[in-house]
């Protein structure tokens, strides 16, 4: 008997969050969810940070602006901390709806914040949690970094080898062929939106970035599923308050996408204005007719010539240790106890 292959429907995001709300955008998730499930799929991706929002702030004014307006203060009090009752009630949502999740939100962990994907199993369960290896440009003024230990792929019985990036890590060529590596099968690429500096910044735009995700698909081999955040009209009035920062950012940008290992598009983009969940049935068989041609860290590669150097260690801020005691010493205090 040979290989069974899975096949299975995903949902792929496309949507506005409740943009600093962290409670209503919660529900708004938990909504998603129940819907991709009645609608059969056991598979859902969510665009990066859709929970509160992307800090779109910190691309249209300085940061002492950003603070004056509470962005800073609010952005923070409405990320998401995992040991939280939002969290918990996200994780039951799932659970209910017996179907894997890939969440996108700012993690609140202690004082910092990061820009996370939560892989989250059937059974409620968290199956990982991955933090964007180093936010770009303007991220860095809000989010933290991750480690090595984020590039992870994740071999699930339901859904196949199972792996996750944000936003540009797609461009960035050591990272995914560190994903490549470890046989991913179902990639979540999350996106913010794509309407920012249009037109003024062309390598922020839809093409390039679609561009990317297509790219990466070929490359790997692999499933790519590109869930795509919506910038709302409520989430324009709050947070342009100029001519200027009205010519920077614009309602929609949404550009969910999914390929399959050949590149091709395997669901009808919706409007870029436009909230829905977009759904595909995938075949994890196709995946062995792509790699056939090019298997990235397999039969067409050049160890030889080029190989990655991947630190996998998660980065711990502290390390504790106990300095070794003398036999000694340690005789007498216990003769003195």
Same mark, same amino acid.
């Given at each position: ?96 709806? &017996?179907?894997? =999740? #890939?969440? $996108?939100?700012?993690?609140?962990? *202690? ?5 996370? /994907?939560?892989? @989250? ?92 995700? &297509?790219?990466? =698909? #070929?490359? $790997?081999?692999?499933?790519?599923? *590109? ?5 709302? /009209?409520?989430? @324009? ?101």
């Amino acid at each position: 008997m040979g290989l069974i292959h899975q096949k299975y429907k995903v949902a792929v995001v496309q949507a506005a969050p409740v943009f600093l709300d962290l409670d209503a955008t919660v529900d708004k998730t938990i909504n998603l969810i129940e819907e991709a499930s009645a609608n059969g799929a056991k598979l859902i991706a969510f665009p990066e940070t859709f929970i509160p929002g992307y800090p779109w702030q910190i691309w249209l004014g300085a940061p002492a602006w950003a603070i004056g307006r509470g962005f800073v203060q609010r952005y923070f009090d409405n990320s998401l901390a995992f040991d939280s009752p939002q969290a918990e009630k996200i994780r039951q949502a799932v659970k209910r709806a &017996k179907l894997t =999740a #890939v969440l $996108g939100l700012s993690e609140r962990d *202690g004082g910092s914040l990061y820009i996370a /994907q939560w892989l @989250i199993g059937p059974d409620g369960e968290t199956i990982a949690k991955r933090r964007k290896l180093r936010p770009t440009h303007a991220e860095r003024t809000v989010f933290g970094e991750g480690d090595g230990s984020d590039l992870a792929v994740h071999d699930r019985a339901d859904v196949g080898r199972l792996g996750a990036l944000c936003c540009w890590e797609h461009l960035q060529p050591l990272s995914k062929y560190a994903m490549y590596a470890q046989n991913e099968q179902v990639h979540v690429g999350a996106w913010p939106s794509f309407s920012l500096y249009d037109p003024f910044a062309h390598a922020l735009g839809h093409e390039v970035n679609n561009a990317a995700s &297509k790219v990466y =698909a #070929v490359e $790997g081999s692999c499933f790519f599923l *590109g869930p795509c955040a919506v910038v709302s /009209q409520a989430m @324009i009035d709050e947070l342009c308050d100029s001519p200027e920062k009205h010519a920077f950012l614009h309602a929609g940008g949404g550009y969910a996408v999914i390929y399959g290992p050949d590149g091709s598009s395997l669901a009808e983009k919706l409007p870029p204005d436009q909230e829905g969940i977009l759904y595909a049935d995938i075949d994890l068989g196709m995946i062995g007719v792509a790699k056939n041609a090019a298997d990235p860290a397999g039969h067409y590669s050049r160890p030889d010539v080029t190989r990655l150097l991947l630190n996998t260690t998660r980065a711990n801020r502290v390390e504790h240790f106990s300095l070794p005691v003398d036999a000694e010493v340690m005789s007498e205090i216990r003769l003195q106890a």
